[in-house]
């Protein structure tokens, strides 16, 4: 599952960026995140079910006025790539967050890009205001 979203901040590109990275910035409803290192584990709890979602931040760059990085999902249920860059312009700083996914069941592909959507539009929308 792809998608791509676009949000527009006012905050600098690298505040942009170490928001982001920064583990304690993050309120995911239900999930802590903790970081150690490169390593991301973001522990989602929905009463007695539990999910971690585990990441690393593959790379990031900085190029002039814009950053671009890559993080990679390398958990057992949830895999794949998540690509972002931020860009300074004129109403901002313009962040580009691209996502690939995947889950081993096909048949719960179609409800998770639902709910990624619109977990990460809101979730990116808070952690830049």
């Not at 989602?44 to 814009?66: Q, W």
């Not at 895999?79 to 860009?87: D, N, P, S």
Request: proline residues 4%; aromatic residues 8%.
């Amino acid at each position: 599952m792809k998608c791509r979203l676009r949000l527009v901040s006012s905050l600098s590109v690298q505040e942009v960026v170490e928001r982001i990275l920064a583990a304690d910035k993050h309120r995911v409803p239900f999930t802590t995140v903790s970081r150690h290192g490169d390593r991301f584990i973001a522990v989602t709890k929905l009463g007695p079910l539990r999910f971690e979602d585990r990441m690393r931040i593959a790379n990031v760059e900085k190029s002039g006025e814009s950053m671009r990085g890559m993080i990679l999902k390398e958990g057992s249920w949830l895999v794949g790539t998540i690509r972002f860059a931020a860009i300074s312009s004129p109403e901002g700083t313009v962040l580009g967050w691209e996502y690939d996914l995947r889950l081993p069941w096909l048949i719960l592909n179609l409800p998770l890009a639902f709910t990624m959507n619109l977990g990460y539009r809101i979730g990116l929308s808070r952690l830049l205001r």
